[in-house]
């Protein structure tokens, strides 16, 4: 169980240090266009080479196109959600919804139970969502147009959806295909879904021209922090192992607050804390 909490950690992190070179970026569909791209050029031959020799059934290509469909949804709106909030304000938010949502999922419609920690885990992630909204604070109003309203809370409540739909589909995915191919198949889909945006903007160029090596990072830390997690997926439960990758909750206040110079820094990294203990209070005694 060792080498996959290890794997499931540095996925977090990984995952961590790109969204934060994305949100320093000119433009934030550009940027994540540019870091998936070169990932999706590598590894083509390899998804061409195993559907070659190996073809899938119909309702297996079917799983594929759903995540490939997730994937584009997935990219548009993060895109979206990094113009509008602080990396220290949405990381948690997006990377907390989905272990929040699947057990309330479960007690409102499956008729499932929760033990007292998982409820004591739920209040302490609702608590660190509410205090990152904003919601009854007067400091917030006075904040800079960027972080103002509601808005980008509830873009990283819609992205923290969408990763829970994603993740599903692809362990399902991983009963019929290899974890490089099926990261593959979601690098496409999210290529897809951010080329409207990047034709619109034009800004490509100027997008390379400023921020060229941390895009060549990103194109290894993006696939690579999801690889890391499909290698994991493999070897151990997915109910064990996802609350562990969320550590990169803690991780991205730090760098929004230290290196990208966030305001609230204190409270902000306090309710990442908060809201990490309660993820893993619901994935691990929950």
Not at 64 to 87: F, H, I, K, P, R
Not at 107 to 121: D, K, N, P, Q, Y
Request: hydrophobic residues 50%; glycine residues 10%; aromatic residues 8%.
């Amino acid at each position: 169980m060792i080498l996959p909490i290890l794997l499931v950690l540095a996925s977090g992190m990984a995952h961590a240090v790109w969204s934060m070179f994305t949100k320093r970026s000119l433009n934030k569909s550009v940027f994540l266009w540019s870091i998936m791209m070169i990932p999706t050029v590598i590894l083509l031959p390899v998804l061409i080479v195993e559907l070659v020799r190996e073809p899938l059934t119909m309702p297996a290509y079917a799983l594929l196109v759903l995540s490939m469909a997730l994937q584009a949804l997935y990219s548009w709106l993060l895109s979206q959600t990094y113009e509008l909030g602080d990396l220290s304000q949405i990381y948690p938010i997006m990377r907390g919804t989905s272990t929040l949502l699947v057990p309330l999922i479960g007690v409102i419609f499956l008729g499932e139970t929760l033990s007292s920690f998982g409820w004591i885990g739920i209040a302490c992630m609702l608590g660190g969502f509410l205090v990152l909204s904003g919601v009854g604070g007067g400091n917030d109003a006075r904040q800079g147009s960027r972080t103002q309203g509601l808005k980008p809370v509830l873009m990283a409540l819609c992205v923290g959806l969408c990763t829970t739909s994603y993740v599903f589909v692809d362990k399902l995915n991983l009963q019929h295909i290899s974890p490089l191919s099926l990261l593959e198949v979601t690098n496409i889909g999210f290529v897809a879904g951010l080329t409207p945006a990047l034709l619109a903007s034009r800004q490509l160029r100027q997008e390379w021209k400023v921020n060229r090596s941390t895009i060549m990072l990103g194109a290894l830390l993006n696939p690579g922090s999801y690889l890391l997690f499909l290698f994991a997926l493999q070897q151990a439960p997915m109910a064990r192992l996802g609350p562990l990758r969320e550590v990169g909750t803690v991780f991205a206040a730090f760098l929004g607050i230290l290196l990208l110079k966030e305001q609230q820094g204190k409270k902000r990294i306090l309710c990442s804390i908060v809201v990490f203990g309660g993820i893993l209070l619901i994935g691990m005694w929950g």
